[in-house]
């Protein structure tokens, strides 16, 4: 059994999945937050986090104060890995284990990962296709940009999350708005200060897919291949995943050969990763790479059809263990997550439909926000009103089903 170093966490479904895959893999854990609140707010009773051997406080924003602090904490509670679920703070997890010299990824590696200009300029220089890209700091740089890759593009922060003022932009106007919006956001939701950095690229077209791996002492294994379903232009918000994509094998190995290929160029060893990937006309694109289990369930989707529990292996190569990858039968042969995204802005009056979901064995899991929940735009991944998963025997069917039973609730929002 070995004692892991949590730094911070996603309050969503990995504030759950984690602890529970840490302890499903024989692990404990101590958890390190500069703001406890942060994960109490709203929820009640105990909080799967405080299942922590320890929970300690320090400033996770400051590494140079925050490593000797860990240092002293590892003389007295003997550390065997750090692991986080929350991006921002992953770059922070391999600067502690280069630290403690603990097993993990690189610095270097984690931190271009987590900087989507840094992945476009690796991948990009060692042949990993990706869009017509430029990164710029100012409107009028970004608006020359644009015109030079030509319209529609794509405008981007290089290290936000879930989606988060992702945008396309048309012509300059929008462009413009878009940069406007994302410049009033000046730190991130963990009170980091933002790179005035932002990625114009080129508008690609096709299904979105992610490839879920694992990479332990520089063999990378592919678990498996995500589909994606967007909404919400001009924004780009998951709307669903299934689970394993209905894939040629053609396109499947296009894919899993672009995931290998970014691992490589990026040169990331030891962790679990969620590689994002469009399979245009021309073949497959990058889209970007994050160096940790995929979020929004796909890693219950995986677990599900494949009996691996990514959260679990995540928590086994943190530990410097050669997870076992192993499929196993599960009975489910597709499995697949819907997402109720909100039309309106308001409050939410009534969400209705889902009275026989608990008496259908094809759903396996379910949430709905209740009535008076605050209803905002739908921008991001951030904003769902809730989701269902399915899972059914048939290797493809599960998406269309998951997503005909969120397309039959009724969603009433008074503004």
């Excluded at 320090?58 to 890995?81: I, K």
């Excluded at 931190?111 to 700091?137: D, I, N, W, Y």
């Excluded at 995986?302 to 997870?323: E, K, N, S």
Aim: charged residues 20%; aromatic residues 4%.
């Amino acid at each position: 059994m070995g004692h892991l170093l949590m730094v911070e966490s996603w309050v969503g479904s990995m504030s759950t999945l984690l602890p529970a895959g840490i302890g499903d893999s024989g692990h404990t854990f101590s958890f390190l937050t500069r703001d406890l609140g942060h994960y109490l707010r709203g929820k009640p009773g105990t909080h799967p986090l405080l299942g922590a051997a320890n929970v300690l406080t320090a400033e996770t924003n400051d590494e140079d104060t925050l490593l000797p602090y860990v240092r002293r904490l590892h003389e007295v509670l003997g550390f065997d890995g750090v692991l986080s679920s929350c991006d921002y703070y992953l770059p922070t997890v391999a600067a502690i284990a280069a630290d403690l010299g603990l097993p993990g990824p690189g610095r270097d590696a984690v931190a271009a990962a987590c900087q989507k200009h840094r992945t476009r300029e690796l991948c990009g220089a060692a042949g990993v296709s990706g869009p017509a890209f430029a990164v710029v700091t100012g409107a009028e740089e970004a608006v020359e940009a644009a015109r030079g890759i030509g319209y529609p593009v794509v405008v981007k922060p290089v290290d936000l999350c879930g989606g988060m003022f992702v945008t396309r932009a048309d012509d300059d106007a929008q462009l413009r708005e878009a940069l406007d919006r994302l410049g009033g956001f000046p730190r991130n939701a963990r009170g980091q200060e933002r790179s005035p950095q932002v990625l114009v690229e080129k508008l690609l077209h096709g299904p979105e897919f992610s490839v879920e791996t694992v990479t332990a002492r520089g063999i990378t294994t592919v678990v498996g291949v995500t589909d994606k379903r967007l909404t919400g232009a001009p924004a780009f918000i998951e709307a669903g995943h299934m689970f394993p994509a209905a894939l040629s094998p053609a396109e499947r190995d296009a894919l899993t050969g672009t995931a290998r290929a970014a691992i490589s160029a990026l040169g990331l060893d030891d962790t679990v990763a969620h590689i994002e990937i469009m399979l245009t006309a021309e073949g497959p694109r990058l889209i970007e790479v994050n160096p940790r289990p995929a979020g929004n369930r796909i890693t219950e989707l995986v677990r599900r059809v494949t009996g691996i529990d990514l959260a679990a292996v995540h928590a086994q190569v943190a530990a410097g263990q050669t997870p076992d990858l192993t499929v196993r039968p599960t009975g489910i042969g597709s499995a697949a997550i819907a997402f109720v995204v909100p039309q309106e802005v308001g409050t939410l009056t009534a969400l209705t439909g889902a009275q026989d979901w608990p008496l259908d064995p094809r759903i396996v899991e379910h949430t709905l926000a209740e009535p008076g929940t605050t209803v905002q735009a739908a921008t991001n991944n951030n904003t769902y009103l809730g989701h269902v998963m399915v899972g059914v025997e048939s290797s493809d069917a599960a998406g269309d089903l998951a997503r005909s039973l969120i397309e039959k609730l009724s969603v009433e929002v008074a503004r």
